[in-house]
């Protein structure tokens, strides 16, 4: 149990919570984590926990938030990269590619979390689990975001990114499942290039 040093102040023990709850999901799920078990790991009461999130509920879409917002700030400057490419054909392309390549490899930066995210995706495939409309439209919005990239530099841009969307979950569940047991940043490039490859390039890219 972790035992509590001092008096934090309310935004670093609700931080603490969700540091710990990212743990916690990642070991054992959305149902098997208990707020009496992460209360006690974060060294307080349930009652005490409760200040702060009302529910687990509410817990894991503050958790699943968090991770989002960090994932946003980190991808947000390679979508500006892309933004300001436009009118450049192969220059646009290339931070396209980039993009691609890095939002795998803050997928899997993190273990814990890479074990988090993928162990909720599929517990919220239940129509009636907490997370499944966050996931549902989190995937809706990556799949838009990807489209609208690859359309106007590669064939069938929906099918595309459904593919690269699929990689990207398969290939980090093998990673984890094989105790981390290859290199898989040099594994998603070499299943991303035929992906990417599909299709007519603009500008003659290929």
Same mark, same amino acid.
């Given at each position: ?44 009461? $349930? ?5 702060? &999130?009302?529910?687990? +509920?509410? /817990?894991? !879409?503050?958790? =699943?938030?968090?991770?989002? %917002? ?57 129509? $009636? ?5 966050? &996931?549902?439209?989190? +995937?809706? /919005?990556? !799949?838009?975001? =990807?489209?609208?990239?690859? %359309?106007?530099?590669?064939g069938e841009p929906v099918s595309n990114s459904r593919h690269i969307m699929a990689l990207m979950q398969g290939l980090a569940q093998q990673w984890l499942r094989q105790a981390r047991g290859f290199d898989v940043a040099a594994e998603w490039d070499k299943a991303l290039e035929p992906v990417l490859s599909r299709g ?7």
């Open positions: 149990m972790t035992k509590r040093k001092g008096r934090a102040n309310p935004q670093e023990r609700r931080s603490s919570i969700i540091e710990n709850a990212i743990g916690m999901f990642a070991e054992l799920g959305f149902h098997g984590l208990t707020v009496h078990g992460l209360a006690d790991r974060c060294g307080m009461s $349930g009652a005490g926990l409760l200040y702060y &999130f009302k529910s687990k +509920e509410d /817990l894991l !879409l503050a958790v =699943l938030e968090t991770i989002e %917002t960090r994932e946003s700030a980190a991808v947000m400057p390679l979508i500006e990269a892309v933004e300001q490419a436009q009118g450049e054909p192969a220059l646009a392309w290339q931070s396209i590619v980039e993009l691609i390549r890095q939002m795998f490899r803050r997928s899997v930066a993190d273990p814990v979390i890479t074990r988090f995210v993928l162990l909720l995706q599929a517990e919220s495939l239940e129509v $009636g689990h907490a997370a499944h409309d966050w &996931f549902r439209n989190r +995937e809706q /919005l990556a !799949l838009e975001l =990807l489209t609208q990239l690859l %359309t106007p530099y590669i007519r390039l603009a500008g003659g890219m290929s």
